[in-house]
């Protein structure tokens, strides 16, 4: 069964500083896809980053950026110059690539300090 | 439309009665999600429609749960005779292609008093 773990409830960044956010995930499969998921007091969930498992290139949004491990199966997210608009839950998420649905983490609650 | 629509925003509603939630998904959008999200949880996966193929319900809690997509378009969430375990923020998602990333509706929070 594939599982998501997100090892960090709540987290915690300085205004201006980087933050990085834990994700690990289980499965025997080797063609996959892996999402961040942003998910503000508004409830929508926004989609920030994705990652095929097949390419070694870390993804990269802006000042969002991901260190995949496939080996190890960590996926962590980097936030740099964090604003305060970046307060939000954020969900890590695990997709088969011939599978229908995603399988999420429980989540990290992001605070942004000013 | 330019999102994925869901009504109502808030429901409030007694327990052993229906109710249904409604996601209007983006135009053209193939693929269409139910989610479930209870307090301080993650998504659980309830149902997934792709085109005319038959629905993925392996996902729903109990047979108090069905949903429909009228048109490969709107999709209509049913809970029958709630229980206050039903409240949750049910979350409405579609896509263009399977396996892309979705694009969210803001929820329907269920509250069953």
């Known amino acids: 069964a594939q599982t998501v773990t997100q090892s960090q409830p709540e987290m915690s960044v300085q205004e201006a500083e980087t933050v990085t956010l834990s994700c690990t995930y289980d499965?025997?499969?080797?063609?996959?896809?892996l999402f961040w998921y942003k998910q503000p007091p508004s409830r929508q969930m926004i989609l920030v980053i994705r990652?095929?498992?097949?390419?070694?290139q870390n993804a990269t949004e802006n000042r969002f950026s991901v260190n995949f491990q496939k080996a190890a199966k960590s996926f962590s997210l980097k936030i740099s110059d964090s604003q305060l608009g970046d307060a939000a839950m954020y969900f890590c998420?695990?997709?088969?690539?011939?599978?229908?649905?995603?399988?999420f983490g429980t989540g990290t609650s992001l605070t942004v300090i000013p | 439309g330019a999102g994925v629509s869901q009504s109502p925003s808030n429901k409030v509603t007694e327990k052993g009665k229906d109710v249904e939630l409604r996601c209007d998904p983006i135009?053209?959008?193939?693929?269409l999600y139910w989610y479930r999200q209870s307090l301080g949880q993650g998504l659980e996966f309830l149902i997934y429609?792709?085109?005319?193929?038959?629905?993925?319900k392996s996902g729903l809690p109990s047979d108090r749960f069905s949903a429909e997509r009228t048109g490969g378009s709107v999709s209509t969430l049913t809970i029958q005779r709630t229980q206050q375990e039903d409240s949750a923020v049910y979350l409405c998602?579609?896509?263009?292609?399977?396996?892309?990333?979705?694009?969210f509706g803001s929820g329907t929070r269920l509250t069953v008093v």
């Open positions: 998602a579609s896509s263009l292609y399977q396996g892309e990333g979705y694009t």
């Open positions: 499965t025997s499969e080797s063609d996959y896809y």
């Open positions: 990652q095929e498992a097949y390419k070694q």
């Open positions: 998420a695990y997709r088969r690539n011939t599978g229908n649905q995603f399988y």
């Open positions: 135009s053209g959008h193939t693929a």
């Open positions: 429609f792709q085109g005319n193929s038959a629905p993925d």
